[in-house]
């Protein structure tokens, strides 16, 4: 019930930046958790970051504090990730994702995907 669509992958070298964005459609409700997953070839997917629709309160993976900001868009439901001085580490497919219940994206069980889009930093 729930649409997100990523957008702003592509490739960089080491030290680079990129803008990701994600816009979230449908049953939103009174409120929404929205954040940022990845996965590398031959890993699992782990949470990178979220923040609240409501007030627009943020969480971070260690790997990339300093680095990476989530931050809300000018739509209530559309969030973006500005990452910054980006390693050949981060290489990976980045899902937006989505959920009404708190904690959900940090513990990595978001109900709602996006289809992913590719950030490739080479070295």
């Known amino acids: 019930q729930v649409q997100l669509v990523e957008s702003g992958g592509g490739s960089v070298q080491a030290g680079g930046s990129l803008r990701l964005s994600c816009a979230a459609s449908?049953?939103?409700?009174?409120?929404?958790?929205l954040g940022w997953f990845r996965q590398a070839p031959g890993t699992k997917r782990e949470w990178v970051a979220s923040?609240?629709?409501?007030?627009?309160?943020?969480l971070y993976t260690d790997s990339v504090k300093g680095r990476f900001t989530i931050s809300k868009e000018n739509a209530r439901n559309t969030i973006s990730l500005q990452m910054n001085f980006l390693k050949p580490e981060d290489t990976a497919m980045y899902y937006c994702?989505?959920?009404?219940?708190?904690?959900?994206?940090?513990?990595?069980?978001?109900?709602?995907w996006g289809q992913g889009t590719q950030v490739t930093v080479s070295s």
């Open positions: 994702a989505a959920d009404r219940v708190p904690g959900a994206l940090r513990i990595g069980a978001p109900t709602y």
């Open positions: 449908g049953s939103i409700g009174s409120s929404i958790f």
């Open positions: 923040i609240t629709s409501s007030d627009g309160r943020s």
